[in-house]
């Protein structure tokens, strides 16, 4: 009889830590890791809108000295636009390479990083990803059956245009007129060292047209669900929904489980209780394993929280550009978030195991102070 009671004791006491650290961790993962706040205030915190453009205008801007110093060795005499094609009427040659937005743009200008800036707000790219998290968690949660998402950036092409055109209208006034009876079809307007005659506004803004229209930079002007398809090997193109079907089991299953581990907590509380006997002792052995449980999660977190920004800095490729390090400031703050809150209710469990030796420890000093005697009878002198 003594060892099922021994044994009792230790079921109820492994049930009541496996069902904290169930609802610990399904509680951390349904309210940080699944909440689509997280990743916005993310962002936000680590300044990703602000330091987006820029970073994207250097990485860019070495893409395309890195282009041009391979096309050169590749094709000595040809330019990067794979053509020799000159205002002072050079032969025309065939292109060998297909335009891409680092070799229609001049980024060696220090003025194109700050068109970019002017015409890709911090706003906007604020409105896709932010759009872009809305629609990824409608889908996960089963608030809508499939993945849709639609960001119109119309009104980023109407930016760039106007301020490209701007900016080539304010280059070309600086440059001589052309001598001669120059060929202009096939002209590159960030190319140009010299002004042809009939050279109009509206001749800048058709060519920069065609060459953002011809490239790969935000390529089609919508991005919809369709633009996070791949195509695997046989050719057919996967969707979204496809390449991940399990995040919504995933997700429903993360909330399940913070459901039932919150039933078993209680459940394997009042199981523990019962197998120890008195009550102020149940409930002082109660409090040391909540107590010990909590400090077991409390003590590492704090030692992850010191040394984890440092950790994750050797993370980063050598030489990657800036775009790599805002993703991992991002991580950083998302990483500090799981932290922060993982020491929250780590804190609370310790603090109510800490009450719970407290309140026992008072109960028996009360219990204590509370013990009364009889008073004796005074003797009463007998006369014989």
Not at 125 to 130: K, L
Request: with cysteine; charged share 20%; hydrophobic share 40%.
């Amino acid at each position: 009889m003594i060892y099922m009671h021994v044994i009792l004791r230790f079921l109820t006491w492994s049930l009541l830590r496996l069902s904290l650290l169930v609802f610990f961790l399904s509680l951390i993962v349904s309210y940080v890791v699944l909440n689509p706040q997280t990743y916005k205030s993310s962002l936000v915190e680590s300044n990703a809108y602000e330091e987006f453009v820029p970073a994207l205008a250097e990485q860019l801007k070495n893409n395309s000295e890195s282009n041009d110093q391979q096309f050169q060795t590749e094709n000595p005499g040809v330019d990067q636009q794979g053509q020799s094609v000159m205002v002072d009427g050079g032969p025309d040659q065939d292109k060998s390479k297909e335009k891409d937005v680092e070799n229609l743009l001049p980024f060696e200008d220090p003025k194109i990083e700050l068109i970019l800036s002017d015409s890709i707000s911090p706003d906007i790219i604020q409105g896709f990803a932010e759009t872009l998290i809305d629609s990824l968690f409608a889908w996960a949660d089963g608030t809508t059956e499939d993945f849709m998402f639609e960001f119109d950036l119309l009104p980023v092409r109407q930016n760039l245009l106007d301020n490209f055109t701007a900016y080539v209208e304010e280059e070309i006034e600086t440059l001589p007129q052309c001598v001669g009876d120059e060929e202009i079809a096939d002209i590159e307007v960030f190319e140009l060292k010299c002004t042809p005659a009939g050279f109009s506004t509206d001749r800048i803004k058709q060519e920069i047209e065609l060459g953002l229209s011809g490239s790969d930079f935000l390529d089609g002007w919508k991005i919809t669900q369709d633009s996070f398809s791949d195509q695997n090997d046989n050719g057919d193109n996967k969707s979204f929904t496809e390449n991940l079907d399990f995040v919504p089991s995933v997700h429903s299953g993360t909330k399940t489980a913070l459901l039932a581990s919150a039933v078993g907590v209680i459940l394997s509380i009042a199981l523990f209780i019962l197998a120890r006997k008195p009550l102020d002792n149940a409930l002082s052995k109660l409090g040391r394993t909540l107590l010990s449980f909590g400090l077991l999660f409390v003590i590492p977190l704090l030692i992850v929280k010191i040394i984890a920004p440092g950790q994750l800095d050797n993370l980063l490729p050598e030489d990657g550009g800036r775009l790599p390090e805002i993703g991992l400031d991002v991580g950083e703050v998302l990483v500090a978030k799981i932290i922060n809150f993982g020491l929250i209710v780590s804190t609370v469990i310790v603090a109510i195991g800490f009450a719970l030796l407290v309140f026992e420890h008072y109960g028996k000093l009360s219990a204590g102070t509370k013990t009364t005697t009889m008073p004796k009878k005074p003797k009463s002198d007998s006369k014989l």
